[in-house]
């Protein structure tokens, strides 16, 4: 007969996460091609979009996440546009253990402010006269397992 508490899976720890405030830190777009993009038959741009997630520790348990979008739109390597977010939120996070804080820091939070960012971006791309640009949904879980792996390949080859 088996032992019921050493065969029990290990409970999942506890975690508490409230986001108190969001904000815009920082937001640019510049369209250095104006007016002539709009008068030129162009061809189709490209796109490229950069994310980076920061945690700063404001206190004990507060903490501001910030998720910077950097989108560059080209034609022919000439800029079309260039859009640059830096949207934040304050939370607070109680939790059992660092690991769980700092995954809840770089994947959930970001998670719930992305769709926020992603409006942002969109408004301003079509208040630059532009069609609206819908960025594609993150997926924040494996961005940070990428992180992670590449910081304990950094710390192997030191």
Same mark, same amino acid.
């Given at each position: %007969?088996?032992?019921?508490?050493?065969?029990?899976? #290990?409970? &999942?720890?506890?975690?508490?996460? +409230? !986001? &108190?405030?969001? =904000?815009?830190?920082?937001?640019?777009?510049?369209?250095?091609? $104006?007016?002539?993009?709009?008068? /030129?038959?162009?061809?189709?741009?490209? !796109?490229? *979009?950069?994310?980076?997630? /920061?945690?700063?520790?404001?206190?004990?348990?507060?903490? /501001? *996440?910030?998720?910077?979008?950097?989108?560059?739109?080209?034609?022919?390597?000439?800029? *079309?546009?260039?859009? /640059?977010?830096? =949207? #934040? +939120?304050?939370?607070?996070?109680?939790? $059992?253990?660092?690991? $769980? $804080?700092?995954?809840?820091? %770089?994947?959930?939070?970001?998670?719930?402010?992305?769709?926020? #960012?992603?409006?942002? !971006?969109?408004?301003? *791309?079509?208040? +630059?006269?532009?069609?609206?640009?819908?960025?594609?949904?993150?997926?924040?879980?494996? !961005? =940070?397992?990428?992180?992670?792996?590449?910081?304990? &390949? #950094?710390?192997?080859? &030191?």
């Amino acid at each position: %007969m088996a032992d019921t508490a050493t065969d029990a899976p #290990a409970a &999942a720890p506890s975690i508490s996460i +409230g !986001i &108190a405030q969001q =904000y815009v830190k920082d937001l640019s777009f510049e369209s250095p091609a $104006t007016p002539q993009i709009f008068m /030129e038959q162009a061809k189709q741009p490209d !796109i490229s *979009v950069n994310f980076n997630v /920061e945690a700063n520790n404001i206190r004990e348990d507060i903490f /501001e *996440v910030t998720l910077n979008v950097e989108v560059k739109s080209t034609i022919e390597d000439k800029p *079309v546009f260039i859009a /640059e977010l830096a =949207y #934040a +939120g304050l939370c607070q996070i109680k939790s $059992t253990s660092p690991e $769980t $804080t700092q995954q809840a820091l %770089m994947i959930e939070v970001p998670r719930q402010l992305f769709p926020f #960012a992603r409006a942002i !971006i969109a408004n301003t *791309v079509r208040d +630059g006269g532009f069609p609206p640009l819908m960025l594609n949904p993150i997926d924040f879980n494996q !961005i =940070y397992r990428n992180h992670q792996q590449n910081a304990a &390949a #950094a710390a192997d080859k &030191a």
